[in-house]
């Protein structure tokens, strides 16, 4: 099996294993029981997790709070914020190409007298920089928008955006869940308040991720979604994960950065375009991509290349929420690409151990594919 959806998730890397372990039977102990050395050992080592995590974002220790994945530190953020901020003003600003996980909160927080403002992206993916500050006014208290595209891998100009949130007043989240791991994410070089990750996009393990939450220029506070026990600076109550946190710590640690998936992925799409020709569109080409994030537009039906390989090779015809549920890319669609555009896309996501070999005979299954 030819494995191509990284990111969807990742293997937990022998490194990050190897960390975890011992947290599972040898030092078990509650990282909340401080009275004791079994206690005390959990609680350093979770101690140590969140030093990892501030480090690879430049950010403080005390800014981390540990969470079960992105998409409760997402609902933790949009409503935290919202819950707390009311007094300011009700209106949020996203964008239509958002993971589902802001979109959906969004959606909700509608119902309890959320002002929804869901911002247009061109044919490349990006968000219109004039559409936002126009659409910036006293009562906006939070701005969300993704760092990177999970499904184009498209990267939004973060600073920029930071800089127009901040000249009027208001908070900038960041769901950075596809960014974190494949290029660099400096919160204050780029200027962001909240900012959301999961360890198993990242090669470590399902079930544990983190939200940045700024202490200072500006100080952000939340309303906790989850109360009993008051961990986590009170945001955040439940024992802790502590081998999930051990592992999501070490796989920040492990982060590198080199050209290596970049040039798999633009090996990727030469040699089909050399085959399809104009047959095909690179979808996001003229922005800056993520290095290993491949969405193509075919001439036949996307169902068919998954149903010929599927044993074979593992792609993807959206994220995982929206294959999972069998409907259109709201991205692609958000992009302006037909029903019919998206029902004929795949979305190719490369990773630390793809080899060469493993594109070359992608490319020959794709080719197989178009002739059936």
């Known amino acids: 099996m030819i494995y191509l959806d990284y990111n969807a998730t990742t293997p937990v890397s022998p490194e990050v294993l190897q960390e ?26 979770v101690d140590i997790a969140r030093e990892r995590v501030a480090v690879q974002l430049n950010g403080e220790p005390q800014e981390i709070i540990f969470t079960s994945g992105a998409t409760e530190a997402i609902n933790l953020a949009i409503k935290g914020i919202f819950q ?3 007094g300011k003003g009700n209106h949020i600003i996203t964008a239509k190409t958002e993971h589902k996980a802001v979109l959906d909160t969004c959606r909700f927080l509608e119902t309890k007298g959320a002002r929804i403002t869901w911002l247009e992206v061109n044919q490349h993916g990006q968000i219109n ?4 500050e126009q659409a910036m006014t006293p009562e906006t208290i939070l701005v969300a928008v993704m760092f990177a595209n999970n499904e184009t891998g498209v990267v939004q100009n973060i600073a920029d955006i930071a800089d127009i949130v901040h000249r009027h007043q208001s908070i900038f989240f960041c769901d950075a869940t596809q960014a974190v791991g494949k290029i660099p994410v400096d919160v204050q070089r780029d200027g962001i308040d909240v900012l959301s990750l999961s360890a198993h996009k990242l090669y470590g393990p399902k079930g544990v991720g983190a939200l940045y939450v700024r202490r200072k220029n500006p100080r952000v506070q939340l309303e906790p979604l989850l109360h009993g026990g008051g961990h986590e600076r009170g945001w955040r109550s439940g024992t802790l994960n502590v081998p999930g946190i051990v592992g999501l710590g070490k796989a920040m640690e492990l982060i590198t950065f080199d050209h290596r998936t970049t040039i798999l992925r633009d090996l990727l799409e030469s040699g089909l375009t050399d085959y399809f020709g104009d047959d095909i569109s690179i979808n996001g080409k003229e922005s800056q991509r993520l290095p290993n994030t491949s969405n193509i537009t075919f001439p036949f039906k996307a169902i068919d290349v998954i149903r010929h390989t599927q044993t074979k090779l593992a792609v993807a015809t959206g994220s995982a929420c929206t294959s999972a549920q069998n409907t259109p890319s709201h991205v692609l669609t958000a992009m302006g690409k037909s029903a019919a555009e998206t029902a004929r896309s795949i979305r190719f996501s490369i990773g630390k151990y793809t080899t060469e070999e493993e594109i070359a005979a992608t490319i020959l299954l794709i080719r197989e594919c178009s002739k059936l």
């Open 84 to 86: 707390l901020y009311q």
């Open 129 to 132: 920089l004039e559409q936002l």
């Open 20 to 45: 975890m372990l011992p947290y599972f039977s040898e030092k078990f102990g509650n990282a909340a029981s401080t009275t004791h050395l079994p206690g005390l050992q959990a609680k350093s080592s």
